[in-house]
């Protein structure tokens, strides 16, 4: 008999649904949330509402598309967290509710287990999927992790950010330009038109492998603050410029440990995931290491380098499969690591 699962996310500002059958995923729908742009950031309690809004037409449209009945479903997988909780609620109350109704399991997922399994998401049979162990560098708007992969429920974290992470790098700097929230895609935009040597911005002296951004944005925008007492015009002149110089630095930041942590451990597979795996110099970069080492680079499609249900889904299904269900006294947690 399938295995047919269901997968929902509601951790953020995305709500989410999918269905996989058998590891393979037949749907995946997504409903992003505008209402945010105003303010320049997500709000949580409006991210709440939005989610109570979404679920239902998400969950109806994801089971719609992939064919199948409620009633074809084996399990239900939910985030549980890390996220804002309010949004967390919002889908694990869902779960919960449907599961009752339906009489399946309910499947806990973590959030950060999400990402990093995301490259086991089949469209076909044939994909090719990761051979553990594998590294994963798990990059977003809240995490910068370094995470030795040793199965689908045992992940190390091997490094990971002191202060700010990759996308908040991005995203701040990108603000001190004038660029609209989230900054990180504007910033790669820009980068491809820029010269990526023109700026020098400081670089973290972290020991261990463990990162540190908050450094590196101080230095953008002291640079930008000096330059615009000579020149009001400064950023509007050398934008490109600019993101193509920063979008370097964080590069080699993130390559830097990134290859003492594949040194240090001898893997042979390196995949990326979170937010800013989006980010074409830091899919080029890792694709190009890999292949000057000649390790096998896993580089994810960019729909599930946001948030998804795929993710929830796929890394549902193998708790499934090994029985790994949850009770429905499971509350949400806003935060939590691997
Ligand atoms: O994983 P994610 O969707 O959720 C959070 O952890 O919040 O990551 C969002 C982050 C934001 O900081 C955004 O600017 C960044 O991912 N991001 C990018 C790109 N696309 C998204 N950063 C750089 N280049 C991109 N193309």
Redesign the pocket.
Known sequence: MSTIILGIESS?DDTSAAIIKDGILLSNVIASQSVHEEYGGVVPELASRAHQQNIVPVVDTAIKRAGIEKSDLSAIAFTRGPGLLGSLLVGTSFAKGLSLGLRIPIVDVNHLHGHVLSHFIRREPNDIVPEYPFICLLI????SQIILVKNYNDMEVLGQTIDDAA??A??KCAKVMGLPY????H??RLAAEGDATRFKFSKPHIPELNYSFSGLKTSFLYTLRDAKKLDPDFIEKNKADLAASLQRTIIEILLDKLKKAVDLTGVKTVAIG???S??SGVRQAIADYCASRGLKAFIPERAFT??NAAMVAIAGYYKYLAGDFCHYDAVPYARITI
């Open positions: 953020c977003s708007g809240g995490n996308g908040e991005f995203d989230p900054g990180g895609p910033i790669d979170g937010g800013v989006a980010n946001t948030d």
